[in-house]
């Protein structure tokens, strides 16, 4: 039988207030100490090894939730940006799609590690450092995925940055901005969650004329996982 939706939103409510307090205080300072050295993991049939620094999809969700939404997708031939790769499992499900590939991140052991992936899972895409799109120019994409960072705060490093979008979200008023001029003719999929401020990441889009549209949701411990569509907004929205 399937679950109601109270059923659904009581589950969730003991999630964070139960597993995610119990997390906080043992799992993630263990996590934190064994994220220091490089790490192999197997994900959604890829063979990935993540250096210490670079966002970990076996330990955090959102990679991992985005890249199941991908495999259900018809991406053959396409031109698809992974913009803020990590250890590149966007990029490599969607290159194991037949997609061509595009994948960037802002810190150099990033690109690295998903270059080194790729050739492990026998999978080829173009990995480069840059800052959102400033090493891109004005390169055509029919799809962009987007694992932002969405944690309000200063970050004080290239591994913070994975994390932390600045004081009053500036990650996310640069993002809106340079995707404005792309919205009518290239699809872009973010991911966010509900412990983020969706509110002041729905006004920055507002700010360039843009709205999220909720594509795909699922529950994961303490998270709901949110997958977004950045489109045009409405008159009047």
């Not at 409510?13 to 220091?36: G, Q, T």
Request: charged share 20%.
């Amino acid at each position: 039988m399937a679950a109601s939706p109270v059923a659904d939103s009581v589950r969730a409510a003991l999630s964070r207030a139960v597993l995610k307090p119990l997390a906080d205080r043992v799992a993630r300072p263990l996590l934190e100490l064994r994220l220091r050295g490089s790490m192999r993991t197997q994900v959604l049939g890829l063979d990935l090894v993540v250096p210490p620094g670079v966002f970990h999809p076996g330990f955090f969700f959102s990679s991992t939730a985005l890249a199941r939404l991908l495999q259900r997708r018809t991406l053959a031939g396409l031109h698809v940006l992974d913009l803020g790769t990590g250890s590149g499992i966007l990029a490599l499900v969607a290159a194991r799609k037949g997609a061509l590939v595009t994948a960037v991140d802002i810190n150099p052991a990033a690109v690295e590690a998903a270059r080194e992936n790729a050739s492990r899972n026998g999978v080829a895409i173009h990995a480069l450092v840059s800052d959102q799109f400033d090493a891109i120019d004005a390169r055509k994409f029919d799809l962009i995925v987007v694992n932002p960072p969405y944690f309000e705060g200063d970050p004080r490093d290239a591994v913070a940055q994975a994390w932390l979008a600045g004081t009053g979200m500036t990650y996310f008023k640069r993002l809106f901005a340079a995707l404005k001029p792309r919205v009518a003719s290239t699809e872009t999929l973010i991911i966010l969650a509900d412990n983020c401020d969706l509110r002041a990441i729905q006004r920055c889009a507002a700010d360039e004329g843009l709205a999220l549209g909720l594509v795909h949701s699922e529950h994961v411990l303490w998270e709901e996982q949110l997958i977004y569509r950045v489109v045009e907004a409405r008159d009047g929205r």
